[in-house]
Every structure is written in structure tokens, then in C-alpha cells.
């Protein structure tokens, strides 16, 4: 069983570039979130989809920051006119469709992104 | 809300034990344990559910009293490996997103 993945493991971007990062749930998880996280915090939630459908994404810190998953699988997240606030790691997770209170998040490596 | 852990950083020896706190100001459904690595992934360690029930790990036992919404995490005979960030998640109203403390260093030594 392989776990959720996630690439580039570390980007270093220029202030005002766009960057995309992927994300591979586990193959039989229906539920992805994203998350961010910064030195010395826990995880903060970004978005969440269940299947193709983005059911939250209020929570996204901006309007520069988007995420799609067409097709139900892999995940997306891209943050378009990069500042050096969003220097931070980027966690994906996966979960099965049982209820979100109880099921186990599966999280990925994360892509550290720097922003200069 | 996010969760309020404590300690906030602990050492120990190996052998020794220790206990991570995790409180919240509203009722608790849940309560998530993970440990974080540095660099590395937050692992899954075990889901305590309201009513008493747990899952996840065999090795490390942990408690969840709904009453004074909080749980604790309880590190017995630790072992080298067990150095790390321990986070506790709570699913928030809406249920799909966990809201994360901000974690608890533990640094076991040899």
C-alpha cells in the first residue's frame, strides 16, 4: 500500500512567480486535504475535496491560492504571484469516505516552498 | 479553535515516561495524535472517539475524558525513536478539517 505522495519535495521560487504542487492520495481514498504549515505550528487547513468536488475552499488564504482535482485522483495546488509570506510546507492528505470526524488523515511529505 | 497542548517541549531518558495534554474549549467528537519528525510527515498514531473507543497504535496508550474536553497522550519506556513533535487534532464543526495544536517537542535521550 503505497502512501499519499506528494512532488516537488522543496521548490525555491522568486517573489511573483506561480508554482504548482502536485499531490497522489492513496489510490482507494476518496477525501483530500490540504494543508499548510509553518515553523513551529501544527498543520492549518487549506481545502478540501471529496472526489472531483471542492467542498471548502473558503479557507484558502488568498485569491492567489487555487487547488483542482479533476478527475478524482491527484490534487493540484497552485499559488499564482508568490510572496515571501507563503514560504511554509505544504502538506497533502488522504482519507477514506467514512465520517470526516472519525476517519484517519493520511498525510504526505509535504513540498517545502521558499520564496526569495 | 485550535486545540491548546501542553507541555509545550519535554526531554527524557530512554526508559523514561511522559504525558502530552491536549484541551479545547468547545465538546469533542474526536481527538487525532500524530507525530512529526523534522522534515518529515505528520504519522498517524490513533483516533480517540467519544464514547471511549480507540484506534491506532499498540505501543502507545492514551486517554480521552469528553467531560473536561481533553485528551492525553501517555509515552511509556520511551524509546529513542519516540523523539518528535506530537500534534492532537480536532475535527472541526463542519467535520471534514482537523484543527491542529501547535505540538509538543519531545526529545528522548540516550
Known amino acids: 500500500d503505497t502512501g499519499v505522495s506528494q512532488n516537488p519535495r522543496h521548490k525555491i521560487t522568486k517573489r511573483g512567480q506561480n508554482v504548482t504542487f502536485r499531490c497522489d492520495p492513496i489510490?482507494?481514498?476518496?477525501?483530500l486535504y490540504w494543508y499548510r504549515q509553518t515553523l513551529g505550528q501544527g498543520p492549518e487547513f487549506l481545502t478540501y475535496f471529496q472526489n472531483e468536488a471542492q467542498l471548502e475552499k473558503s479557507r484558502l488564504l488568498s485569491d492567489r491560492f487555487s487547488a483542482e482535482r479533476p478527475k478524482g485522483s491527484f490534487s493540484t495546488l497552485e499559488i499564482q504571484r508568490t510572496e515571501q509570506g507563503d514560504s511554509a510546507m505544504y502538506l497533502c492528505?488522504?482519507?477514506?469516505?467514512?465520517?470526516?470526524?472519525?476517519?484517519?488523515?493520511?498525510f504526505g511529505p509535504g513540498t517545502r516552498l521558499t520564496v526569495l | 479553535q485550535q486545540p491548546v497542548q501542553s507541555p509545550q517541549a519535554v526531554i527524557l531518558r530512554e526508559g523514561e515516561d511522559a504525558v502530552i495534554n491536549c484541551s479545547s474549549s468547545k465538546a469533542l467528537y474526536s481527538v487525532h495524535w500524530y507525530r512529526q519528525k523534522h522534515g518529515e510527515a505528520p504519522v498517524f498514531l490513533m483516533i480517540l472517539l467519544k464514547g471511549g473507543e480507540q484506534k491506532g497504535h499498540d505501543k502507545i496508550s492514551a486517554s480521552f475524558n469528553e467531560k473536561k474536553q481533553q485528551s492525553s497522550l501517555y509515552l511509556t519506556a520511551s524509546q529513542l525513536s519516540y523523539s518528535g513533535t506530537y500534534f492532537c487534532?480536532?475535527?472541526?464543526?463542519?467535520?471534514?478539517?482537523?484543527?491542529f495544536g501547535k505540538g509538543t517537542s519531545l526529545l528522548v535521550t540516550p
Open positions: 489510490s482507494e481514498h476518496n477525501r
Open positions: 487534532g480536532t475535527p472541526e464543526d463542519s467535520g471534514y478539517a482537523l484543527n
Open positions: 492528505a488522504s482519507s477514506l469516505l467514512g465520517d470526516p470526524r472519525t476517519d484517519t488523515q493520511y
